[in-house]
């Protein structure tokens, strides 16, 4: 579970100190380790932890992306749990070209994903996954955040966005902040379940600076599941 935009400049710059952010890393990691655990038997009992302690920390915590004078009323809204939108996937690898520190592939071209606002961050492409969603299989791009804290990032918009969720998309794996729903790397398999699909901290307040989903990760149906705002 993480709420905070994935550039360390702008999370420290927004408010709050070093000391606080790290520990809501810590909290987050720790999170999503008992998550991890829980599934393996009860996904749902899983999901239903992370909710609850979720909502909690946007509450309470100083380091929250929700604003202050909207915490303490503040209550996430998500769909209800839906065990379909659950996958073991296998990641397509592909050669991982270099990117410079504005996140340009190395032919110079734009950004590898869009960001909310400020400087791009340093992503790599590092291939793909196929979903098998219920109205049929869609691919996703699976990126590796090169220049912060390193980790997996995959990002998504769908027919939702815009109405029930931000604009801009959501997010299903931020590993860099803790954000991880497990895997095999021997297998080359990842877990993805989309009832923990979650907003980017730019969706609760624009100082925010949030990467977000390139074309090739937009879907073209709507996927009711996991956090929403409305």
């Given at each position: ?5 994935s ?13 606080e ?12 380790a ?10 749902r ?35 209800p ?81 815009g ?45 925010w ?7 090739e ?5 709507p ?6 705002l409305?």
């Amino acid at each position: 579970m993480t709420g905070q935009g994935s550039d360390a400049a702008s999370d420290v710059a927004a408010g709050g100190t070093s000391l606080e952010l790290a520990d809501w890393r810590r909290r987050t990691s720790a999170l999503y380790a008992e998550v991890r655990e829980r599934a393996a038997s009860d996904p749902r009992a899983a999901w239903e932890r992370w909710r609850a302690v979720r909502e909690a920390m946007y509450r309470e915590h100083p380091q929250s992306p929700v604003p202050v004078a909207a915490r303490a009323t503040f209550r996430a809204r998500h769909w209800p749990y839906d065990p379909t939108l659950r996958f073991g996937v296998d990641v397509e690898v592909e050669v991982e070209g270099p990117s410079d520190s504005t996140g340009a592939d190395s032919t110079g071209g734009a950004p590898i994903l869009p960001m909310s606002s400020g400087r791009a961050l340093d992503f790599a492409r590092i291939g793909q996954v196929t979903v098998p969603l219920p109205a049929g299989p869609r691919t996703l791009g699976l990126f590796w955040m090169a220049g912060y804290a390193g980790g997996l990032f995959l990002p998504f918009r769908d027919a939702t966005n815009g109405r029930e969720t931000y604009g801009a998309g959501r997010y299903l794996l931020d590993s860099a902040k803790g954000a991880d729903l497990g895997g095999d790397p021997g297998t080359g398999r990842l877990v993805l379940d989309f009832n923990f699909a979650f907003q980017p901290s730019c969706a609760f307040d624009p100082r925010w600076a949030c990467p977000l989903a390139p074309p090739e990760n937009r879907l073209d149906l709507p996927i009711e599941a996991g956090e929403r705002l409305r």
